[in-house]
């Protein structure tokens, strides 16, 4: 059995992988949620400086800390660039990276590039006008804006995230992950959500410099919205526990 190493992406804590964590320990896993400096519970230490290093600074911690070793590290949506600078610092204590619904970017990348102009654009207004210059606020997870991303999920999913999400701190978005010249051979998995494998290869193909790293990971479609720790729990605990074996 794995120590399993749960890192939630923007705007959540712990708390998103409440409907995974059980199934997991129940098949024997050493499983451990976290939540990143300046999110949730943590929320009173979000500052301007709260940045990708910080993040990964935070998932070290807890793995060096905790004497863990051949750790499954698994990064949701924005966790995906702090579980592999972490992957770079401690190599020798992780067994796999896992990627939900993200995938491992080049080296220099910021997550903010990983999307479209337009949202890039509506993420610096939003910034700028309510998030005091240094802050994401919060979106509306509203479905009629999002249909494919926010697929499977209920109204009481929906109310649940809107009243436990949190505030990210911007520069965790805007500062990109600096990774050595050679990086570490650590295995990879992407679980895809709301594209398939055939899609990632066909970009990467296609010379897409963000896809490109997917090509050579281990892929799984796990078809649902953006968010399967609440669509589909039983299922994305079900695949982990799979990869971590």
């Known amino acids: ?116 102009p337009q949202t890039q654009e509506r993420w610096r207004r939003q910034v700028a006008e309510e998030g005091e210059g240094w802050r994401l606020p919060v979106p509306p997870f509203d479905p009629a804006e999002e249909p494919a991303d926010l697929a499977g999920l209920t109204g009481e999913h929906l109310a649940r995230i809107r009243r436990s999400a949190t505030p990210q701190p911007f520069a965790t978005a805007t500062r990109p992950l600096e990774r050595p010249a050679v990086t570490p051979d650590i295995p990879c998995s992407v679980i895809a959500s709301t594209f398939t494998p055939e899609e990632v290869r066909a970009l990467a193909d296609s010379g897409n410099p963000f896809f490109a790293p997917m090509a050579g990971t281990d892929l799984h479609h796990l078809p649902t919205g953006h968010w399967p720790m609440f669509s589909r729990p039983g299922e994305l605990a079900a695949l982990l526990d799979g990869i971590a074996r």
């Open 1 to 116: 059995m794995a120590s399993i190493v749960l890192v939630p992406g923007f705007w959540l804590g712990a708390w998103a992988w409440e409907d995974v964590t059980p199934a997991l320990r129940a098949a024997g896993h050493d499983v451990h949620p976290l939540t990143l400096t300046g999110l949730a519970e943590r929320a009173a230490e979000a500052t301007p400086d709260v940045d990708v290093h910080t993040h990964v600074d935070d998932i070290v911690r807890v793995v060096e800390g905790r004497d863990l070793r051949d750790v499954v590290l698994v990064g949701h949506s924005g966790g995906s660039l702090p579980v592999t600078g972490a992957g770079d610092r401690v190599p020798e204590r992780i067994a796999r990276i896992v990627h939900v619904d993200a995938g491992p970017l080049p080296g220099g990348t910021a997550l903010i590039d990983f999307n479209a």
